[in-house]
Structure formats: C-alpha cells, structure tokens
C-alpha cells in the first residue's frame, strides 16, 4: 500500500438515501456488459481455432429459459408462453450448439471439469426433456470425469421422479429457488412455487441420495419483515443443507418491479433499503455460524470446508467457460461473448448452421488481471503471489490507493502478503468493486 497521505481518495461512505433505487448492484463480470459489441465477433472465432491454452480448465453452462411464471425481480432471459413443440426445438438447436462448438480447435477433445444448468428453470424440464438434453450434448462435449455438476431448480416443478432422473443423470448439487419460505411473500413476488412445496422437494431429494443440497434466499423482498427474516434463517438451518447462497434483492431494469417504479415511483415497490439487506445478510451470516457454518463468500454460507463451489471458484480464477443457448455468456482465451438475446433469432441462426455470437470482447491483460481481483474480493480474501505469478502485477502496488481508501473506511485490510475484506466490506462488496474498474469502465450500467 502506499505511504499515509499518498494517493489519497475520499473515503467511500454511505449513501444519505440508502433506498434501493432502480439499476444493477451485482458484478459478475468485468468489463461490463455494455462494453461488449458485435464488431469484435471476428476475434471469437480466430480464438475458436486456436489452441486452448495449456492448464486452463474449461466448464460448461446451459441456460434452460423455461419458467411457470416470471418472477417480478427476476432478470434473467425467460419464456413463459413456449409450448412443448417450441422447448423440443429449443432442446435442439442447444445440442447442435454443443457440437458446433466441438468441432472446433480451442474445445475439441476438451472435457469439462464443471457442467452447470441455470435458468431461467432447468427443473422446469419433464424427466423424458432432461434425458434427452443430457444425452444428446454428451454425444458431442463428455463430461463423464466432470468433478461438478450443478443444477437450479424451482421446488414446485421437482416431482420424486424428475428427482430420480437428475440423481441417474449424474448430477451432484441441486440448488433450490426457495428465496423465501413465507407463502404470502413467495405470492407477492409472483414466484411460482408455494411454501408447501419446499419441504416436498427438499425431503425428495434427501430419499434419492442428494448429498449436496443449496438453498437459496434472498433478503429484502417485498413484503420481508425482521421476524420473518429471522424465521427463513432458522428453517433453513433446520433443514441443514449443505450449503446457503443469500442475495440482496435488487431492482435491475429489465424486470417486473423496474416498470411498477417508472410508473407509480419508488413506493410502488416497497424494496427493502440497503442498510437494512445488509444488516439482514449479517444478521443470517451470523446465525448461520454459530450453527457451525462457514462462510465461503459475500454470499454463501457452507456446512462442511469440503463443500466446494468450483462454477464459482474456477471461473473467478480466469477458467474458460462455454455458455450454450439463448444468451448465454462465454469466456474463452480471454474472449468473452453473448450468445443472441431472443429466441427466434438465437434458434434460426443454428438452424441455418451458424454459430449465434451477438456480441463480445477481447479483454486486455489488465482488464483480465482486473476480472480475477474483483471477483476474487467477494471471497473475502485475495493473495498478492497469485497475481504476481500469473500477470507479474503485484495487486497491492496496483491498486493502492482503492487499498488505501478502503482500509481507511473499514472496508478491508492489507495482511499477510494480501487483501482481506472485513465483514462490513464483504456485506457490500459489489458496491466497492467499481473503484477497480478502469476509468472508463466507471459510472456506466453494467449490463
């Protein structure tokens, strides 16, 4: 860090209106999104017949867009109207996807060492739909030696036999969409699944043999209550998944409450405040530790060390990622791109043999340097030798007076040759994670 006085910037402090105001909080990439164009997808594929770079693991994400409803936070590319003909030619052109992409040089041969399904609702899928999708991409990218494979469900579409299925099929964490277990703030928010369900689903999955179970919760929706917040936390506890992923609810703009607010103003969406998410995710934090968890991120709570999230932890450490279906995002060789946004569009162009690249960008060294350090930041700790050996950039000479600032505002702390964040700046990490950005990349939507 640099001396005392050196450098020095403002220190960060709360915002006096601390309202959860419309736009994105959550970085999960960087550069951001709205940096990425269509005039760089000719670099996607030079970069598809290269050779991969030797020791660089590869994952596999599916995006399944299938919802019974969409929910009013929800901002997610999702369909709701698709028929059983529609899906099957969805399921389709994902499978030609896959093999498209292994023809090519930089992932022909390549196994992946995680696989995960997100959505949307993968779980959205019948057993007959998910035996077909599994088979027919494996035909093309095996994932047979793949130590991870993730899947996201909604606890009202898990009947015991779709649970059967995933459990022969080779998945190792369901993650269940249980967000709240109050019916009347599950209804509320327009999710699809009602608090009655959760147990059904839960229990099924226990009977089949799941031995990684996450849930998932959110705090500060519509309608949460400090008792009510306090009561998701100690069910959850009861049920003793082996993990817990909690989010602070946000209002991006291409969701339900985004246009409730545009047109009847902030009290038309009665989101809880900043302030108050935060104290809530410290509060479960908390719980979650003296019933013996640990905390492994800004965002997730683990029972065992064992558990690991490897989606998260290699692509957070610059894995390539293959991102199949509509909208998907990939990163490959330190090119990252976005599958077409809409369905037609995205089915069409394989069904007319093309790969459906909608727009991308080549990141510079340092713009890869910055991806891993911010991201890295929401585990709660960074170590110095790791990018000095791999960009030959010492992060705390690098960033020194972000370092400086937020050390200064309690934020984290340089020790033992790294940066740790404190409990105050892991509780609002992504809000800290733009003072990183290039100049450039500052004081624009993520998105």
Same mark, same amino acid.
Not at 84 to 107: C, F, M, Q, T
Not at 188 to 204: G, M, P, Q, S, T
Not at 316 to 326: E, H, P, R
């Given at each position: 860090?640099?001396?005392?006085?050196?450098?020095?910037?403002?220190?960060?402090?709360? !915002?006096?209106?601390?309202?959860?105001?419309?736009?994105?909080?959550?970085?999960?990439?960087?550069?951001?999104?709205?940096?990425?164009?269509?005039?760089?997808?000719?670099?996607?594929?030079?970069?598809?017949?290269?050779?991969?770079?030797?020791?660089?693991?590869?994952?596999?994400?599916?995006?399944?867009?299938?919802?019974?409803?969409?929910?009013?936070?929800?901002?997610?590319?999702?369909?709701?109207?698709?028929?059983?003909?529609?899906?099957?030619?969805?399921?389709? !052109?994902?499978?030609?996807?896959?093999?498209?992409?292994?023809?090519?040089?930089?992932?022909?041969?390549?196994?992946?060492?995680?696989?995960?399904?997100?959505?949307?609702?993968?779980?959205?899928?019948?057993?007959?739909?998910?035996?077909?999708?599994?088979?027919?991409?494996?035909?093309?990218?095996?994932?047979?030696?793949?130590?991870?494979?993730?899947?996201?469900?909604?606890?009202?579409?898990?009947?015991?036999?779709?649970?059967?299925?995933?459990?022969?099929?080779?998945?190792?964490?369901?993650?269940?969409?249980?967000?709240?277990?109050?019916?009347?703030?599950?209804?509320?928010?327009?999710?699809?699944?009602?608090?009655?369900?959760?147990?059904?689903?839960?229990?099924?999955?226990?009977?089949?043999?799941?031995?990684?179970?996450?849930?998932?919760?959110?705090?500060?929706?519509?309608?949460?209550?400090?008792?009510?917040?306090?009561?998701?936390?100690?069910?959850?506890?009861?049920?003793?998944?082996?993990?817990?992923?909690?989010?602070?609810?946000?209002?991006?703009?291409?969701?339900?409450?985004?246009?409730?607010?545009?047109?009847?103003?902030?009290?038309?969406?009665?989101?809880?405040?900043?302030?108050?998410?935060?104290?809530?995710?410290?509060?479960?934090?908390?719980?979650?530790?003296?019933?013996?968890?640990?905390?492994?991120? !800004?965002?997730?709570?683990?029972?065992?060390?064992?558990?690991?999230?490897?989606?998260?932890?290699?692509?957070?450490?610059?894995?390539?990622?293959?991102?199949?279906?509509?909208?998907?995002?990939?990163?490959?060789?330190?090119?990252?791109?976005?599958?077409?946004?809409?369905?037609?569009?995205?089915?069409?162009?394989?069904?007319?043999?093309?790969?459906?690249?909608?727009?991308?960008?080549?990141?510079?060294?340092?713009?890869?340097?910055?991806?891993?350090?911010?991201?890295?930041?929401?585990?709660?700790?960074?170590?110095?030798?790791?990018?000095?050996?791999?960009?030959?950039?010492?992060?705390?000479?690098?960033?020194?007076?972000?370092?400086?600032?937020?050390?200064?505002?309690?934020?984290?702390?340089?020790?033992?040759?790294?940066?740790?964040?404190?409990?105050?700046?892991?509780?609002?990490?992504?809000?800290?994670?733009?003072?990183?950005?290039?100049?450039?990349?500052?004081?624009?939507?993520? !998105?």
């Amino acid at each position: 860090m640099t001396e005392s006085g050196s450098h020095k910037l403002p220190i960060l402090k709360d !915002a006096p209106d601390e309202a959860s105001a419309a736009g994105s909080y959550f970085v999960a990439n960087y550069p951001p999104f709205s940096f990425w164009t269509p005039e760089h997808n000719a670099e996607v594929h030079r970069r598809l017949d290269e050779a991969p770079t030797p020791g660089v693991p590869l994952g596999l994400y599916i995006h399944i867009p299938f919802c019974r409803k969409r929910c009013d936070f929800c901002y997610y590319k999702v369909y709701t109207d698709k028929n059983a003909r529609a899906i099957h030619r969805y399921l389709d !052109a994902v499978i030609a996807e896959a093999g498209a992409y292994a023809a090519r040089s930089h992932l022909a041969g390549r196994a992946p060492r995680f696989v995960y399904f997100g959505g949307g609702t993968p779980s959205y899928l019948s057993a007959p739909q998910l035996e077909y999708l599994f088979k027919g991409l494996q035909r093309h990218i095996s994932w047979e030696g793949a130590e991870e494979i993730a899947f996201e469900c909604e606890p009202g579409t898990l009947q015991e036999s779709k649970i059967k299925i995933l459990r022969e099929l080779g998945v190792t964490r369901l993650s269940l969409g249980v967000e709240n277990f109050d019916p009347t703030i599950l209804e509320i928010n327009n999710r699809a699944h009602r608090a009655v369900e959760i147990d059904r689903a839960y229990n099924y999955a226990r009977e089949v043999g799941f031995e990684q179970i996450n849930i998932d919760l959110i705090a500060g929706m519509i309608g949460e209550t400090q008792a009510n917040w306090e009561s998701c936390i100690e069910k959850t506890i009861q049920r003793k998944p082996e993990s817990v992923t909690i989010y602070q609810m946000e209002i991006p703009y291409n969701t339900t409450n985004y246009r409730r607010m545009r047109e009847g103003g902030p009290d038309a969406v009665p989101v809880a405040d900043w302030r108050t998410k935060r104290r809530w995710l410290d509060e479960a934090f908390a719980r979650l530790e003296e019933a013996g968890y640990l905390i492994g991120s !800004a965002y997730t709570a683990v029972r065992d060390p064992s558990v690991k999230f490897l989606y998260r932890d290699a692509l957070w450490t610059g894995a390539d990622m293959l991102g199949l279906g509509v909208s998907s995002f990939s990163h490959l060789g330190g090119v990252h791109f976005q599958n077409e946004n809409h369905f037609d569009p995205y089915v069409d162009r394989i069904e007319a043999g093309e790969l459906p690249i909608h727009r991308s960008l080549v990141a510079t060294p340092e713009e890869r340097l910055i991806r891993e350090f911010i991201l890295q930041l929401k585990l709660g700790a960074v170590r110095d030798s790791y990018f000095r050996e791999k960009f030959g950039v010492s992060v705390i000479d690098r960033f020194a007076p972000q370092l400086d600032r937020h050390a200064e505002g309690g934020y984290l702390r340089v020790v033992n040759g790294g940066v740790q964040t404190t409990r105050t700046g892991l509780l609002q990490i992504d809000r800290l994670l733009h003072d990183f950005f290039l100049e450039r990349h500052r004081e624009t939507r993520i !998105a």
